[in-house]
């Protein structure tokens, strides 16, 4: 059962949902999230990892189940370059903005912390896309949506770009939503210890202060 604006308020009221900064409205059926400081914003870091690869012998692949995301994250991920306009480079940032070319993907995280609580949770929250964004062919949050029960920590969004146009992100900017269901009892185990990501503020999953460059 999804939870209404009614319901999404009073379990934020009550501690059985974490949205911090609270939100300053709520929709019917969920919750606006916002791109997190300009600085958070990452990209894969191809020629250091090409460079390194090469190195060792090998072409550079990556295989995908024997990465560690903590270790691999912090090595191979820096800030985008500064914009030029006849640049090659799919993300750049321009000031204070991100500028995601077509086929561009960056890595940015929500400025909102959110989960539930270690003991007695009962939700389960889902973050998705908002459709308004998406006809632009703005892709949010391309891996599984959910937010496990008794997680709690900044969502790292992957957003890529598959539309025509350059588009153009702010920190601050409500690029994606969040939506709440009741789960039948529990767990019996949390999250925090078995979860690589739990309490992440990194793309990395890594905790403390921003380690993006």
Not at 58 to 85: C, I, M, W
Not at 116 to 141: Q, W, Y
Not at 168 to 174: E, L, Q, R, Y
Request: include cysteine; hydrophobic fraction near 40%.
């Amino acid at each position: 059962m999804f939870l209404s604006d009614r319901d999404l308020a009073w379990a934020i009221e009550t501690g059985r949902l974490t949205v911090e900064p609270k939100p300053k409205k709520i929709d019917p059926t969920s919750i606006d999230l916002h791109l997190g400081k300009i600085e958070d914003a990452v990209v894969w870091d191809i020629d250091k990892f090409t460079k390194e690869m090469r190195a060792s012998g090998n072409r550079p692949e990556l295989h995908v189940g024997q990465y560690s995301v903590a270790e691999f994250a912090p090595k191979f991920t820096r800030a985008p370059p500064d914009y030029q306009l006849d640049s090659d480079s799919k993300v750049m940032r321009r000031g204070d903005q991100v500028v995601v070319k077509p086929l561009g993907f960056v890595l940015w995280m929500t400025e909102e912390v959110v989960g539930t609580p270690k003991n007695n949770a009962d939700l389960i929250c889902f973050v998705e896309g908002k459709s308004t964004k998406a006809r632009t062919g703005m892709v949010v949050h391309l891996t599984a949506p959910i937010i496990h029960s008794t997680w709690t920590g900044n969502v790292v969004l992957e957003i890529v770009n598959l539309g025509p146009f350059d588009i153009v992100f702010h920190a601050g900017d409500a690029i994606a939503q969040l939506t709440v269901c009741r789960i039948t009892s529990s767990p019996y185990k949390g999250m925090e210890g078995t979860s690589a990501t739990y309490g992440q503020t990194h793309v990395s999953g890594q905790r403390g202060p921003s380690q993006a460059p």
